[in-house]
């Protein structure tokens, strides 16, 4: 009995041939996400459509062409944007960042804000305002996070497109920013999107994960996974695809 993979999985596999070549359409839809990808790492974030009141900020990179060529300009406030943020005591500060995909920034994050806030206000974190960040990377989160006077800070960033994930959305956790801090003292959640990790399953693993911090102290390969499973506190643990 012959078994259609397509069924189990979005990824390129049983394509067919045609002679030694993809058949026709198979080409042509690769040329068609390939197009997709290219297009999510131009667009521009229109930070008022994210429809949250915000800190605008912006990284020393000018242009989209000088994010793209010079990633260490991403990882940085410029000076006007520095001196917008004033230093204050907060639980966590969470930072919206274009990143490679404003379009991924777009469609989710203020639905997994919408899951995450009120699980926060429950608990009555005190959050720093929301900033948003044009030509940012990763790392700025630690800059602002530290010129906040934030224990924690959250990056909702969109994630290098794929192939059959244009839209994308990750999340990255860091306790005591602070510049020069390394992707190892980070957790992250990955593939926030329709067809990946849900907004409500997103909203639990990194509620879960900044309680840990906080009262661990830490993040990174140090902090583990080890969240029950949605709805069912008494579960087994949740783990990361």
């Not at 429809?51 to 900020?57: K, R, W």
């Not at 940012?136 to 602002?144: C, K, L, T």
Request: proline share 7%; net charge positive; hydrophobic share 40%.
């Amino acid at each position: 009995m012959a078994i259609d993979l397509r069924a189990f999985t979005p990824a390129r596999v049983g394509l067919g041939r045609s002679g030694n070549s993809l058949p026709t359409v198979e080409l042509l839809r690769f040329q068609l996400d390939h197009a997709r990808a290219r297009d999510a790492v131009y667009d521009e974030l229109d930070p008022p459509g994210l429809g949250v009141p915000h800190i605008l900020l912006r990284s020393a990179a000018a242009d989209r062409e000088t994010y793209l060529r010079r990633p260490d300009k991403g990882r940085r406030l410029n000076p006007e944007s520095r001196a917008r943020l004033e230093t204050g005591s907060y639980d966590a500060a969470i930072v919206i960042a274009d990143g490679l995909s404003a379009r991924a920034v777009h469609r989710h994050a203020a639905h997994l804000l919408e899951e995450l806030m009120p699980r926060l206000a429950a608990e009555e974190w005190r959050l720093a305002p929301l900033t948003v960040v044009l030509g940012g990377r990763v790392a700025i989160g630690d800059e602002i996070g530290q010129r906040l006077g934030a224990q924690l800070v959250a990056v909702l960033i969109g994630e290098r497109p794929g192939l059959t994930s244009p839209d994308s959305l990750g999340v990255y956790l860091t306790w005591d920013p602070r510049p020069g801090r390394t992707d190892a003292e980070r957790n992250c959640i990955s593939n926030i999107r329709t067809d990946g990790i849900s907004y409500a399953r997103a909203a639990h693993r990194l509620h879960f994960l900044m309680r840990e911090a906080r009262a661990r102290r830490l993040t990174g390969v140090a902090l583990k996974e080890e969240a029950p499973r949605l709805g069912d506190a008494g579960g087994a643990p949740e783990t990361t695809p």
